[in-house]
């Protein structure tokens, strides 16, 4: 048993947002001219979309989940994240196509510097439009006194990213807003998908970098 829930919400993604996600790279944006303006061009190309569904027939095994009739292969660490959950959402979002189609322009372009503000905007996008998703899924379990934990992907955590096709399999086709390769990798590029778990007593961690075995991340430890 599922119920579905769709929505584009309002994100910005300012100068502020991309020196908290890389500050790294403060230097390089000094030398950016009319950085304001590429930071409010790269805004319009961004058209977020979210949905998820939540089930209410979750099971957890030792290194897997069942979600309704699918099971997730997503290995110990994840299980145990989600530990004490009663029920499960499965999340998509996505920032649209339009944002790589210039990110792409750019780089044929040689433009590697805006290229560059492109991707990272278009990432800090996708992850506003994720966290939008649990504020809305957070309010629609008020009443039910539930929690939620953090979210987790394939590719994520030694999840195997050909678990998209099943992860996916759990959003009807018509309200999905991305596509798979045959690599598994989805379409538009700057998307999300993720399974988010829920109960009384699971816990959210803001970060979990702590957990993850990605060395080479340029967010690791933000």
Known sequence: MKSLFYFSPHISVSKADMLHAMPHIEEILANVDELEQTIHEAQNMLSPYCVY???????????????????????????????????????????????????????????????????????????KTMEELKNSLRQELLQQELAITSNFCPGYCDWDIKEQENLLSLIPAERCPVTLTASSLMQPIKSLSSIIGIGKDVKYKKSNCSICNLSQCAYKHQ
Not at 88 to 112: L, M
Request: one cysteine or more.
């Open 53 to 127: 569904a939540v089930y209410k027939d979750v099971n957890l095994f030792n290194d897997y989940i069942q979600v309704g009739n699918i099971i997730l292969h997503c290995g110990n660490k994840i299980v145990h994240l989600l530990q004490n959950s009663s029920q499960a959402a499965i999340a998509v979002c996505t920032v649209g196509q339009e944002i790589t189609y210039h990110y792409q322009y750019c780089i044929e372009k040689a433009d590697y510097l805006k290229a560059y503000i492109y991707d990272i905007i278009a990432n800090i996008g996708v992850d």
